[in-house]
């Protein structure tokens, strides 16, 4: 069965730092990955996806995400954070029975 | 365009009461789904729908949950009886389709709170 693991509970950066949140799936075959965001009351926006290609995939908001078969990670980054991406983010990864398997979740807070 | 839409957002009832949670996905969508979260669990899918048919309901805790989706444009998920237990974020999503890994969208959720 399809797992993922976000190993970092809680992350704490100043704003203007690099940000990078780890992601690491368990799937037998090639895995569709995504990162979402969830802000404080709010339900989740998908950041960006990856299911074939380029490894390195572009999304919203300035993040980007690594696609790395051999140590089966996805991890996300932002080269400089801002105040309001404090949130809680989700790693999920989608098998083709059409079911999505998500992370526990990061929640990153950015200090001034 | 309009989002994925949940009511109620917020909801407060005693134990045994019946709860009804209604979701109308983004128009067009033909994939919807039900997930829970909670801070012990994180986020669960209980059950989704293809074309307005329940495909996998595997993630249904119990009898006490049901789903329903008439049409293409509304889902319920009711509870009853309630239980403390029971308390959680409520999550709508729906998709363009099922079969080709079509991102979810979610709803704003219904925070579900049990007394």
Redesign the interface.
């Known amino acids: 069965a399809q797992s993922v693991t976000q190993p970092d509970i809680h992350i704490t950066v100043s704003e203007g730092a690099s940000l990078e949140l780890r992601c690491n799936y368990s799937y037998g075959a090639t895995p569709?990955l995504?990162w979402?965001v969830q802000s404080p009351?709010?339900?989740?926006?998908?950041l960006l996806?990856y299911?074939s290609g380029d490894t390195l995939v572009q999304g919203i908001k300035g993040f980007e995400a690594e696609f790395k078969r051999s140590q089966s990670s996805f991890n996300l980054r932002k080269p400089s954070v801002h105040w309001s991406d404090a949130a809680e983010y989700?790693c999920a990864v989608?098998n083709a029975?059409?079911?999505?398997t998500?992370?526990?979740?990061t929640r990153l807070m950015v200090k001034p | 365009d309009a989002g994925v839409i949940q009511s109620p957002r917020h909801e407060v009832t005693e134990m045994g009461q019946e709860v009804t949670l209604r979701c109308k996905p983004i128009s067009g969508h033909n994939s919807l789904f039900w997930y829970r979260q909670t801070m012990m669990r994180g986020l669960e899918l209980l059950i989704y729908f293809n074309n307005n048919v329940p495909i996998d309901d595997s993630g249904m805790p119990e009898d006490r949950f049901s789903a329903k989706m008439p049409n293409a444009s509304f889902s319920t998920l009711k509870i009853q009886p309630s239980e403390p237990r029971d308390s959680a974020v409520y999550f709508c999503a729906s998709s363009l389709r099922a079969w080709d890994n079509q991102p979810q969208h979610f709803g704003d959720g219904t925070r579900l709170s049990i007394l």
């Open positions: 569709y995504f979402y009351g709010q339900g989740l926006q998908l996806k299911f989700f989608f029975g059409n079911m999505l998500f992370g526990g979740g």
